[in-house]
């Protein structure tokens, strides 16, 4: 395969202790390697800049990568997306968590070759009717969008308070079904959410 680096840059989201697992999964080992580190070296064969989104730097020294921590600490998700796009020089940016152990170089080069209408700021992929968010493209043009949705929904007490699915529903998306490709399987967006969802993505990790 092609490896040759995009012009984007790419961010891992690592917002530190899962509460359904007790520990940072970003630090579960498979293969003799911390799961972040594993992710990083396959953003590094694709991506000239691959940057750390957490806010806990400390713990992420040992990659030699830039960290950007939140601008609005325990919002989820969408907060590192922010802190992203407001770190970003790049126009285009590689949006990944840090829980999906079975993404592959195939999925991330359709993702970011895909042809889009220029007015498109979001691309993320779907497979058998799910879409999977942080797995894509976020334009550095939507970062205002991204604050005034923050700003918004910090006194609400709602289900979607600054979710990523109520940014999805104001900014120009494209969700891309990905689920007939061949690199598509039933694993390919695989979340570790527990300690079973672990040792899964270990025991098949460690086999290939």
Do not use: W
């Not at 911390?34 to 940057?51: A, G, N, Y």
């Not at 080069?109 to 976020?138: F, H, N, T, W």
């Not at 991204?146 to 104001?170: C, F, N, P, W």
Request: include cysteine.
């Amino acid at each position: 395969m092609n490896t040759q680096k995009s012009n984007i840059t790419a961010f891992i989201l690592s917002g530190g202790k899962s509460s359904r697992i007790g520990t940072n999964k970003s630090f579960l080992i498979i293969d003799g390697k911390p799961l972040i580190q594993r992710l990083t070296e396959l953003l590094d064969s694709i991506f000239p800049e691959v940057v750390i989104s957490s806010n806990e730097p400390e713990l992420y020294e040992f990659l030699g990568k830039k960290i950007v921590k939140d601008f609005y600490p325990g919002r989820g998700p969408l907060s590192g997306v922010h802190s992203a796009l407001n770190f970003t020089t790049s126009e285009r940016n590689f949006i990944l968590s840090c829980d999906m152990p079975f993404i592959s170089l195939e999925l991330i080069k359709y993702i970011i070759e895909y042809k889009s209408d220029a007015s498109v700021s979001v691309i993320i992929p779907k497979a058998e009717g799910r879409i999977q968010s942080l797995c894509g493209i976020y334009s550095k043009n939507i970062l205002a969008d991204v604050e005034l949705l923050l700003v918004e929904s910090q006194d609400k007490d709602t289900a979607l308070k600054g979710s990523i699915h109520e940014l999805l529903s104001r900014v120009q998306s494209e969700i891309i079904d990905v689920t007939k490709m061949k690199f598509c399987h039933p694993d390919l967006f695989f979340n570790i959410n527990t300690s079973n969802d672990y040792l899964y993505a270990k025991k098949i990790l460690e086999q290939m």
